[in-house]
C-alpha cells in the first residue's frame, strides 16, 4: 500500500521568493501595497519637477567646480548635498528592476542630459577663470581605485533604502549618502581636465563617476528586486501616465519605449535587462583594480624602502624617498666616510631591486660635518641632470617650441602656492623633454609633479620629465641646526645666481668669544663662502644668521661689510 503524497507545510511555504521578498520589503518599510504606489511616484513628472530639478544641477555644477578650483572641502560638500543627480540615477535601477522600458529610457535621456550639461558646463566656466591650478581637491578625484567602487555600493545601499522609505526618517540617511557617492564633483573635475586640456585628470574623474554611477545602478536593479519590484504590473502605471501627459514629446518617449519593451518581453531580455548592470561593472572593474593594484605596489614598496634606509649602519642625517609610476628615487644623506657611502648605496640598491622588481635611482652623500658639507654642497641637493639637447634647428623653430613649453608650463603651474617660475630650463633626450624650473615658493609634491607631467605630456604629444628647484619663500635662520641651514641655503644660491630678478638679504651676528668664537668662525666662514658666489647679497650686521631670498632689491645700510669668501685659519 502506497503512503500518501506529503502536504506542503507551512514552512516551506514560508520559503517561497515571493514570501522572502514580502517579508524583507516589510522589514525595510515597503510591503506590497506600497511598490505600486513607489513606481507610480517615480514615473509622474510634471513640469515643476523637471524646474527644480534643472535649477537644483545648475546651483550644484557651479558651487561643485568654483569649490573645486579653490579647494575648499567644505564649498564641495554643499555641492554634493544641493545636487539631485541620484534621483534619475536610482530611477533607472527601478525601470530595469521592473521592466519598465517607460521608466529606463526616460530616466537614462536624464542621466545623459544631465552628465553632458555638467561636464561642458564646468568646462566653460574653467575657461572663464582667470588661474588654472591643480590641487588637492581635483587631483584627490582623477585616481579611482576598487575600493572607490566597493564604497559607491554601500553608498548606493543606504540611497535606495532613503528611496524605499521617502520621507523626514531618512532625510539624514539620504544627506549622508549625497556626500559619500559624490557624482557632480567628479563631473566637474572632468569638466576641468577638458577646460583646461589636462586629459589624465578629464579621464580619471570621469572614471570615477562612472564607477559611482554603475555602482548605483547595479545594487539599486538587485535591491529592487530582492524586494519584490519586478511583480508590480507596470503596463498600467505606464499606461495611465502617459495618458495624464499631452504633447510631441509625451508621444515620442512612449513611442520609443514600446520599441524597448518589445526587447524586454523577448525570450532574453528579462535576463537581459538584470545581467546589464553587471557588464557595466565588468567594463569598470578592469581598470579600477589595475589602479588598486598600483596603489597597493607604491605603499608596499614606500615603506619596505623607508625600514631599509632606517636600517643602514651608518648614522642617517636626512633621506628622501619618492615612489611612484613604477619608479623608485632614494636620497641619503649620512654621517661617515666616502667609503660608507658606497657600501649604503650598494646595499640599498640591492634591498631596493629585491622588494620592488624595478632599477632604482640611489644616491648616497657622507658628510663629517657642517663645514665638510658646505664643500660638497654642489653635488649634494642637485637637479636631476638635464639630457643633452636635441639636434641644432633653425633658430626660428627653436624659439618657436621654447615659447609653446613655456606657456604650456605656465598654464598648468601651480602659482598661487608655489609662486611663478623664475626661470624654465629644457633639454631633450631621444622622446623624452626635460623641464627645470626655479621658483620662489613652497616644493611641488610627488602627486602633483606627476600630475603636471602628465598634463604636460598630454598636451605637447610627447613623455615630459619635469624638476623643480624651489627658492625658500621664507627666511632661513639656524634654528632647526646649522646642517639643515647650509643644506637649504647652498642649493638655492646656485640655482638664483643667474637669475637678476632674486636678490639675497642676508644678516651676521657679531662676534662671538672663546670656544663659542671658534665655533662661529667655521661656520660664518662656510656661510660667507657660499654667499661669494651669488653676485646680488646684501651683507648687514644683525642679532644671527638670516637670509632672505627677494624678489626686489634688498634695503641698502650704511654700513654693509663685503661678501668676502673665507680665508683659511692660520695653523
Known amino acids: 500500500m502506497s503512503s500518501p503524497l506529503p502536504i506542503p507545510s507551512d514552512d516551506t511555504q514560508a520559503l517561497s521568493p515571493t514570501r522572502l521578498q514580502d517579508r524583507l520589503g516589510a522589514l525595510l518599510g515597503c510591503g506590497p501595497t506600497a511598490r505600486e504606489p513607489l513606481v507610480a511616484t517615480m514615473m509622474r513628472r510634471d513640469a515643476r519637477e523637471a524646474t527644480s530639478y534643472w535649477f537644483q544641477l545648475i546651483v550644484a555644477v557651479g558651487i561643485a567646480t568654483l569649490g573645486l578650483v579653490l579647494g575648499s572641502t567644505a564649498v564641495v560638500i554643499g555641492a554634493m548635498l544641493v545636487a539631485p543627480l541620484m534621483g534619475p540615477i536610482v530611477h533607472l535601477g527601478m525601470g530595469l528592476a521592473t521592466g519598465s522600458p517607460y521608466l529606463v529610457l526616460r530616466s537614462g535621456i536624464r542621466v545623459a542630459l544631465s552628465i553632458a550639461f555638467a561636464t561642458c558646463s564646468s568646462a566653460l566656466l574653467t575657461l572663464l577663470l582667470p588661474f588654472h591650478e591643480l590641487n588637492a581637491e581635483i587631483l584627490a578625484r582623477t585616481s579611482p581605485t576598487a575600493l572607490d567602487l566597493l564604497t559607491a555600493g554601500f553608498c548606493a545601499l543606504a540611497g535606495v533604502y532613503s528611496a524605499l522609505r521617502p520621507g523626514s526618517d531618512t532625510a539624514t540617511t539620504a544627506a549622508g549618502t549625497s556626500i559619500g557617492i559624490s557624482l557632480v564633483p567628479p563631473l566637474c573635475a572632468s569638466g576641468y581636465g577638458l577646460g583646461t586640456g589636462a586629459w589624465p585628470v578629464a579621464g580619471g574623474a570621469a572614471l570615477l563617476f562612472l564607477t559611482n554611477m554603475v555602482a548605483i545602478v547595479l545594487v539599486a536593479t538587485v535591491a529592487f528586486i530582492a524586494v519584490g519590484f519586478n511583480r508590480v504590473n507596470v503596463a498600467q502605471i505606464e499606461r495611465a501616465e502617459f495618458l495624464q501627459r499631452e504633447g510631441a514629446q509625451g508621444r515620442i518617449t512612449w513611442a520609443i519605449s514600446r520599441r524597448l519593451q518589445q526587447l524586454f518581453e523577448a525570450r532574453w531580455g528579462h535576463w537581459l535587462r538584470v545581467l546589464m548592470p553587471f557588464m557595466l561593472l565588468a567594463i569598470v572593474y578592469v581598470p579600477l583594480r589595475r589602479a588598486l593594484d598600483e596603489v597597493a605596489w607604491e605603499i608596499r614598496v614606500r615603506n619596505s624602502v623607508q625600514a ?41 640598491d640591492g634591498q631596493i631591486r629585491q622588494i620592488s622588481g624595478v632599477t632604482p635611482r640611489v644616491e648616497v652623500f657622507a658628510v663629517a660635518d657642517a663645514t665638510a658639507l658646505a664643500g660638497i654642497e654642489s653635488i649634494l641637493y642637485k637637479p636631476p641632470p638635464l639630457p643633452p639637447p636635441a639636434p641644432p634647428s633653425p633658430a626660428e623653430t627653436l624659439d618657436s617650441s621654447r615659447t609653446f613649453v613655456r606657456t604650456a608650463l605656465e598654464r598648468a603651474w601651480p602659482a598661487r602656492a608655489s609662486g611663478a617660475p623664475l626661470t624654465i630650463d629644457m633639454g631633450a633626450s631621444g622622446t623624452t623633454l626635460a623641464v627645470r624650473v626655479v621658483h620662489l615658493g613652497q616644493g611641488l609634491d610627488a602627486p602633483g609633479r606627476e600630475a603636471l607631467e602628465r598634463s604636460l605630456t598630454a598636451e605637447l604629444g610627447r613623455p615630459v620629465s619635469l624638476s623643480s628647484v624651489a627658492l625658500p619663500p621664507s627666511e632661513l635662520t639656524r634654528v632647526e641646526g646649522e646642517l639643515r641651514f647650509i643644506a637649504e641655503l647652498a642649493p638655492a644660491l646656485r640655482a638664483s645666481a643667474s637669475i637678476v630678478e632674486v636678490s639675497v638679504c642676508a644678516e651676521h651676528p657679531p662676534a662671538g668669544t672663546g670656544r663659542r668664537r671658534a665655533d662661529d668662525e667655521a661656520f660664518a666662514g662656510a656661510v660667507r663662502a657660499l654667499l661669494a658666489e651669488h ?37
Request: proline share 13%.
Open 308 to 348: 631599509a634606509v632606517e636600517s643602514l649602519p651608518q648614522r642617517v642625517m636626512e633621506s628622501r624617498v619618492r615612489v611612484g609610476r613604477r619608479e623608485v628615487e632614494v636620497l641619503v644623506i649620512l654621517l661617515g666616510k666616502n667609503a660608507d657611502a658606497e657600501a649604503a648605496r650598494s646595499l640599498l
Open 535 to 571: 653676485p646680488r647679497v646684501t651683507l648687514t650686521p644683525g642679532t644671527d644668521w638670516r637670509v632672505r631670498f627677494s624678489l626686489v632689491p634688498c634695503p641698502s645700510a650704511d654700513e654693509s661689510p663685503p661678501v668676502e669668501a673665507a680665508s683659511p685659519a692660520p695653523p
